[in-house]
């Protein structure tokens, strides 16, 4: 068998009995044509631009841990959250996580540095994707036309391997 055949696809994972090793989040805050990212300094993803987010803690729900998350890597409070779709992503060295994707059209306080992240505003038409993951590209113009996305990927290291993106 080659490496490539060994490797899982969408396809032959049962995404029924799927269970992730990790849930967790992440929350756009889009204000005035733009969204507010983060060069992330720590954890997966560590010098990718990605917008805030994280693990859930115990017994938090998804957006408990998205308000948190952006409380704790930006130092703001993001208000008129509303949910816009959810990943499942299988890595080939066998990590799995479950995000849950939230986009914000304000918050309380002023975007500051923290040890976690570096806040980053970019014009809607001027994201760059090029220092995101692979996927990004794909899902992220479903999010800011307000499609809701279920998506399943495979990833090897930084690289999609396969992915299906179901949107309404």
Known sequence: ??????????????W?????????T??????????????????LGAGKINAPGGRLDPGETALEA??????????I?????RKCGEHRFQFVDGYSLHVHVF????????PTETDEAIP??????GIPYEEMWADDVLWIPLMLAGTPFDGRWVFDDDAVVDY?????
């Not at 029924?16 to 967790?24: F, L, Y």
């Not at 409070?77 to 959250?81: A, E, V, W």
């Not at 299906?164 to 309404?168: A, G, H, K, P, Y």
């Open 66 to 75: 998205a308000v948190r998350e952006v409380q704790e890597e930006l130092l």
């Open 120 to 125: 980053l505003w970019f014009p809607l038409d």
């Open 1 to 14: 068998m080659t490496e490539t055949a060994s490797r899982p696809s969408v396809h032959t994972i049962d």
């Open 77 to 81: 409070t993001p208000t008129g959250i």
């Open 26 to 43: 992440l929350l756009f805050v889009i204000r005035d044509g733009q969204t507010l990212l983060i060069r992330k300094k720590r954890g």
């Open 16 to 24: 029924a009995t799927w269970t992730p090793q990790d849930v967790a």
């Open 164 to 168: 299906i993106l179901d949107s309404e």
């Open 103 to 110: 986009a914000s059209d304000d918050f309380s306080g002023e």
